[in-house]
């Protein structure tokens, strides 16, 4: 094996054409061994093996900086930077992270898992090497799904400004996680065209060389004249970039070839490679959605596996039915059809259905101009990345009180994806927000509750559900809900354990049958339920919530306790003030203190020790 030759990237000088490309096929069957067992991006980081290879083969890191954008992509680089006997960890508690992150290895330059984010760190790195009078190259390697976010395209226009030496490898598999989408997407699938015919045309060159130099020389220059035209019109060049390509992103020798060329160019350049997502392994290639992000699969014989019926499914099927019943109801995504839950919704309603790409402050404000002219935008999004639209929903949402929805998904601690991924910040930044009211669905059937009642209370809601399983609602049940009022699912006589979201059924089942602990699903933030919150106070009080502890929803009961001028025992139980890294849901939530076992703890601490049953 010649993988276990390679302790570090300096191994790869040595290697022949040959021996990578043997290296190439044995890292692929690494990551599929070990995808398999562990799940992870797998189809992204098939398609960039080569590239990976012939990049660490060119450059010099760690002393040059090789930067992966999302990080997902970079289970090859992983391999040959020093962690190949780590790597069966991946993504496990304790084990290495499924991004690229600085403290895991001095060759990962940056921390990453959101997307959009290489470039203004490339530039930043080659602002301070050449203030440093230093002398390494700094390369970013970015997903054609990356560059439609706002922070890769505006970093793209101040690289071309500043004419930085830096290299730009825009990985294009024509794939975000589903179908990439944009202008500039477009675009490069014209590029590609143009390499067809550029390839066609160098193979009639050299028919036509062979038979009259002189005619082979005119057409010659008409055709660099033409490309030149060609080129002027490439975005790039507007921003001062110098374009290369587009190259075949799996031709190991090209790519060293032209990568060496590359090195001694000044000023910013960007090298188009085209890539086949899920190289390498049939069912990816044919399937570069599912197999973007597998859970475990066997490897002799890959297929699909259902992961059970999710909160996105409920999501969507509810938004899909109310769609058919509220003509105005818009529904965008910044790049999560999937994730989302959204696929049925957009193949049911694709006039109002809309995918923004990787750009969450722009589905934000598109959504604000949809509901200026009336409409009920939905925006579905995940709670961590809802964090790129912060200003959005402030500044062109709140401030008017306008009717956007926004179905937050993957709220509380997500698991695998670690800390760039888990959705626990929403609540903070969220319920200072004026005119913003928040609620959390104890199951399906108070999603679709709280769904139709959104589109009807005005101004702006949030609804924030967890990575999970929910059992399904029935098809056409659109029950009643009392809005902004808490539900009183256990009484007690002693203790009221008040569960915002996820942690209600923690609380249930801390709670038992004993008598002395009441349980409430206070599935309303914002509006809090201060009349129940009263009527409670003569008892002690536990707040749990799968969310930072500060400024999340018991911090919203201890304040409104205070206005009220109530001291009723009170804990708070949510996650301390650190990151989570990857890990299982139920075992994060164990360390955190917010399961049943951490309730109980905290029950026994006010004197109300239960029994544990078994
Ligand atoms: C991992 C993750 O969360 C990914 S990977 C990915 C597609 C990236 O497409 P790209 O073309 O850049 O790469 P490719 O997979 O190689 O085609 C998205 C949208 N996401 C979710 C996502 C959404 N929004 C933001 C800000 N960051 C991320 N990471
Ligand atoms: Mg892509």
């Known amino acids: 094996m010649i993988l276990e030759r390679v302790n570090g990237p300096e191994d790869l000088k040595a290697l022949g054409l040959e ?102 760190n490339a530039l930043g790195m080659a602002l301070a090497r050449d203030l ?81 130099p002189q005619l082979f020389g005119l ?33 190991l020798k090209g790519l060293i070839h032209i990568l060496e060329h590359l090195k001694a160019l000044d000023g910013p350049t960007l090298l188009h490679v085209v890539t086949k997502k899920g190289k390498g392994y049939k069912v990816a290639e044919a399937d570069p959605i599912y ?46 059809r999937e994730g989302s839950g959204l696929v049925r919704y957009s193949l049911e309603h694709p006039e109002r259905y809309l995918d923004v790409g990787i750009c969450e402050d722009v589905a934000v404000t598109t959504a604000a101009g949809l509901a200026l002219k009336g409409m009920k935008p939905v925006v579905a999004i995940y709670s961590t990345f809802l964090q790129r639209a912060y200003d959005q929903v402030i500044h062109d949402v709140a401030i008017e009180n306008l009717p956007v929805v926004f179905a937050i998904d993957r709220a509380g601690i997500v698991g695998a994806d670690g800390a760039t991924h888990h959705g626990v910040f929403d609540i903070a930044y969220l319920r200072t927000v004026p005119n913003l009211q928040i609620a959390a669905p104890k199951d399906a059937l108070e999603l679709r509750a709280m769904l139709k009642k959104a589109l009807e209370v005005g101004g702006p809601v949030a609804i924030r559900y967890p990575r999970d399983n929910v059992e399904r609602a029935p098809e056409g049940a659109w029950p009643e809900i009392a809005w902004g009022r808490w ?16 942690t209600l059924r923690y609380a249930l089942e801390a709670a038992g049958d004993d008598p002395r602990v009441g349980v409430v699903n206070a599935r309303f933030l914002k509006p809090l339920d201060r009349e129940m919150l009263r009527a409670l106070s003569r008892y002690k009080l536990l707040t749990v919530e799968d969310h930072q502890r500060m400024g999340g929803f018991g911090s919203a009961v201890l304040e409104a306790l205070n206005e ?24 994060l939530h164990r360390q955190a203190g917010i399961d049943a076992e951490g309730i109980r703890k905290a029950l026994a601490a006010m004197g109300v020790a239960l029994v544990h049953e078994r």
């Open 19 to 120: 021996e990578l490309q043997l290296l190439a096929e044995e890292i692929r069957s690494e990551i599929i061994r070990v995808t398999a067992q562990n799940g992870g991006h797998l189809a992204s980081s098939l398609g960039a093996v080569e590239l990976v290879l012939a990049l660490h083969r060119v450059f010099d890191s760690p002393k040059d900086r090789i930067l992966f954008d999302v990080g997902h992509q970079a289970y090859a680089h992983k391999l040959v930077t020093g962690r190949k006997d780590r790597f069966h960890t991946l993504r496990q508690e304790g084990g290495i992270s499924g991004f690229t992150k600085v403290s895991e290895s001095p060759h990962d330059a940056i921390t990453a898992g959101h997307a959009s984010t290489s470039l203004a």
């Open 219 to 251: 057409v010659d220059r008409a055709k660099e004249a033409a490309k030149l035209i060609l080129h002027q019109e490439n975005p790039f060049y507007a921003w001062g970039i110098r374009y290369i390509g587009p190259v075949d992103g799996h031709d």
């Open 564 to 587: 009220m001028g109530l001291k009723p025992e009170i804990q708070v139980l949510g996650l301390p003030d650190r990151f989570f890294e990857h890990g299982a849901i139920p075992s």
């Open 487 to 502: 539900e009183v699912l256990k009484e007690g006589t002693e203790a009221y354990i008040l569960a915002f979201g996820k």
């Open 291 to 336: 197999w973007h992000g597998p859970p475990g699969f066997d490897p002799k014989k890959p297929e699909k596996v259902s992961k059970g019926y999710s909160w996105s499914q409920a999501f969507g099927d509810a938004v899909t039915e109310l769609a058919h019943m509220e003509p105005r109801l818009f529904v965008l995504t910044p790049a999560m």
């Open 132 to 212: 440093m009078g230093e002398d390494h190259h700094v390369v970013a390697v970015i997903g054609d799904g990356a560059l439609t976010g706002g922070m890769a395209l505006a970093a793209l226009n101040k690289i071309g400004e500043l004419q930085k030496r830096m290299l730009i490898v825009l990985n294009d598999n024509e794939m975000s996680i589903s179908e990439n989408v944009g202008a500039l997407n477009k675009y490069f699938k014209e590029l590609q065209i143009r390499k067809w015919v550029q390839d066609a045309e160098k193979l009639g060159k050299n028919i036509l060389e062979r038979i009259s």
